[in-house]
């Protein structure tokens, strides 16, 4: 069965620059969520989306921003990058809101 | 301030027994609780769920039990096997709202 596809899985960058992370949720499901995870810490909610629109938002820091395109897939761009963002990214789909949710494999992204 | 707490951050069991894996929240608000397995460099994977309107909920091995009016959820897990090694967490969902994970606990099975 497909599961969330998140590219790239593995993302060096240094202080100050961009990143771009990518998810392709399963088939159907309309709802994606974004986590950030810190070594030990638990995943911390960032952002969500449902039907292309935003839906729901955590702690997500305004050097970054998300969005949902209209072929359901997400991207979530990150800014001015710092060394605290080093972590690991999750994307989740669900197929609607309050549902289970289905976790990529995740993006690691050091900063350096 | 931290509403969902799982107090033990690591737990070891002997392969074959019962492991109980423990998660505390504040908010009685919640509505729907799930446990999620992780194992390092991949995502969560979904366990099992329950609803506030059910206290006990069994599939296979796993069974969840729910206690609403102490504000806590607990895994069981028996018997437990090696491959059950992982960094588990509860995740609670209040109304529409986005899940709340617990702080996670480390299950080591010890063949």
């Known amino acids: 069965a497909a599961g969330v596809i998140q590219s790239p899985r593995h993302l060096i960058k240094e202080k100050r620059e961009t990143a771009t992370l990518k998810c392709y949720p399963i088939p159907r499901h309309d709802t994606v969520y974004w986590y950030q995870q810190g070594p030990g810490q638990d995943p911390q909610f960032l952002i969500s989306?449902?039907?292309?629109?935003?839906?729901d938002k955590g702690s997500i820091p305004d050097r970054f921003s998300a969005q949902q395109f209209s072929d359901y897939h997400s991207e979530l761009n990150m800014s001015s990058l710092e060394l605290g963002d080093s972590a690991l990214y999750f994307c989740?789909?669900?197929?609607?809101?309050?549902?289970?949710?289905?976790f990529g494999s995740g993006t690691q992204l050091s900063v350096l | 301030d931290q509403q969902v707490k799982q107090n033990s951050p690591s737990l070891s069991v002997q392969e074959g027994r019962i492991s109980i894996l423990n998660c505390d929240y504040t908010?009685?608000?919640?509505?729907?609780f799930l446990w999620y397995k992780k194992y390092p460099a991949e995502g969560p994977t979904f366990l099992i769920s329950i609803s506030s309107i059910k206290d006990k909920n069994e599939d296979g091995r796993f069974t969840v039990f729910l206690n609403k009016s102490a504000k806590h959820l607990s895994l069981h897990i028996v018997p437990s096997q090696p491959g059950d090694s992982a960094v588990y967490f509860c995740?609670?969902?209040?109304?529409?709202?986005?899940?709340?994970f617990g702080t996670g606990t480390r299950l080591t099975i010890i063949p």
């Open positions: 908010n009685s608000m919640f509505d729907y």
């Open positions: 989306f449902y039907e292309k629109m935003q839906s």
């Open positions: 989740a789909s669900s197929p609607g809101p309050n549902e289970k949710l289905f």
């Open positions: 995740a609670l969902y209040f109304g529409n709202e986005k899940l709340t």
